[in-house]
């Protein structure tokens, strides 16, 4: 039995967070409409192949980069590194496959503050037909592919992160923190954890064994102590004041 992540929606809990927190640079992997970023106030750097954008998704922004490549295009061409950019707050919704995330996550960490936090969706699936890798059939509803495996793979090759799993529903949010930008582990290990890991469903690995990896912790409480675990990254509000219309 899988358990099912049924706390405040991942949307509401990032409107709440960004209305909180005011972070130096965010980065978005995996947009889509915009619904993730558009609440953020502080720079954001948003990356997707296909974007369908359909929101007032500026809002107090100063600077927003949109990005329509893929992420592994988007890493290679080192726009972070060439702007001497350190990430604060990132979210990895792109492709849900766990080889996509796995890359996402090494490369997001390479350019993230020591003290930044990332967050990953849709790690929590709730049924296995939900998991599946095959791109031709996908199942009606909500999708987290493989990218589940995310959780055991930082847990056996990663011990020294703190990983937090949020019951935002409907698939889950899982929070790094402990973030080493020089560690070189996972991509030392990379073609091993593919080997590993590429053929293995859930249903072999265990549902039972993976529900014991974690410990679902409340959004509504992490909300309720006003963001505890990201205090620490939020800058002067007096830093953003809303744009003012300037006539033409
Ligand atoms: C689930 S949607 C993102 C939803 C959005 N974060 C939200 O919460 O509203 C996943 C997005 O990932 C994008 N995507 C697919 N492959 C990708 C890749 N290789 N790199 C980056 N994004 C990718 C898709 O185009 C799609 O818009």
């Not at 999708?143 to 949020?166: A, C, E, F, M, Q």
Request: hydrophobic fraction near 40%.
């Amino acid at each position: 039995m899988l358990p099912k992540a049924e706390g405040v929606h991942y949307i509401d809990f990032f409107r709440d967070l960004h209305e909180a927190i005011l972070f130096d640079w965010y980065l978005e992997i995996g947009s889509r409409k915009g619904d993730s970023f558009a609440p953020v106030r502080g720079k954001t750097i948003a990356v997707d192949p296909y974007f369908r954008l359909r929101r007032h998704v500026m809002n107090v922004k100063r600077t927003l980069l949109l990005c329509q490549t893929t992420s592994d295009e988007f890493f290679a061409d080192d726009a972070l590194g060439r702007l001497g950019i350190q990430l604060s707050f990132s979210f990895l919704d792109g492709m849900h496959l766990f080889e996509y995330l796995l890359r996402d996550f090494m490369n997001t960490e390479a350019h993230s503050r020591p003290d930044g936090v990332i967050a990953m969706h849709d790690c929590c699936p709730f049924t296995t037909a939900m998991t599946t890798r095959d791109l031709e059939n996908l199942p009606r509803g909500a999708w987290t592919g493989d990218v589940w495996k995310l959780i055991p793979i930082l847990r056996d090759y990663r011990p020294d992160l703190t990983i937090r799993v949020l019951d935002a529903a409907p698939t889950g949010l899982v929070l790094v923190s402990g973030l080493d930008p020089q560690n070189r582990v996972l991509q030392e290990n990379y073609d091993d954890i593919i080997a590993r890991f590429s053929d293995l469903d859930l249903d072999s690995f265990g549902p039972q064994r993976f529900g014991e990896l974690f410990t679902f912790e409340s959004t509504r409480a992490m909300i309720d102590s006003g963001f505890e675990p990201f205090r620490h990254l939020a800058l002067d509000p007096a830093l953003v004041s809303e744009p003012k219309r300037v006539s033409t």
